[in-house]
């Protein structure tokens, strides 16, 4: 799904709701979370999963090329780990899916 996707499934969902609002309700939750999370905060939404920030170490790597080491800076990610209610859903889908697909020989 993209954002565009999510904008015509939040106008499809709410019709008192422009295009042009749905997409600005969207842009605000995606701006507001990214405002968190570079803040260092972490984002939980209940039933769907936490969103927060991993360091990673400064190491050293290597140029594959050249083979020549190279320092490589300390870097912050964002992480996602899925909710218990987002983990069985998917789970349970994707189970029923394998039964109903045809077998390949």
């Known amino acids: ?23 600005s309700a969207v842009k605000t939750i995606l701006d507001a979370m990214s405002d968190a999370l570079v803040r260092g905060h972490r984002i939980e939404i209940r039933g769907f999963g936490s969103f927060s920030i991993n360091r990673r170490p400064p190491r050293m790597g290597r140029n594959p090329r050249s083979g020549e080491s190279v320092a490589i800076p300390e870097k912050r990610v964002p992480h996602f780990k899925p909710g218990k209610a987002l983990r069985e859903a998917v789970d349970t889908r994707t189970e029923t899916m394998q039964l109903e697909l045809p ?3």
Request: charged share 40%; proline share 0%; glycine share 0%.
């Open 1 to 23: 799904m993209t954002r565009s996707d999510l904008v015509e499934e939040l106008a499809n969902r709410f019709r008192q709701l422009t295009h042009k609002d749905a997409e």
């Open 103 to 105: 077998v390949r020989k």
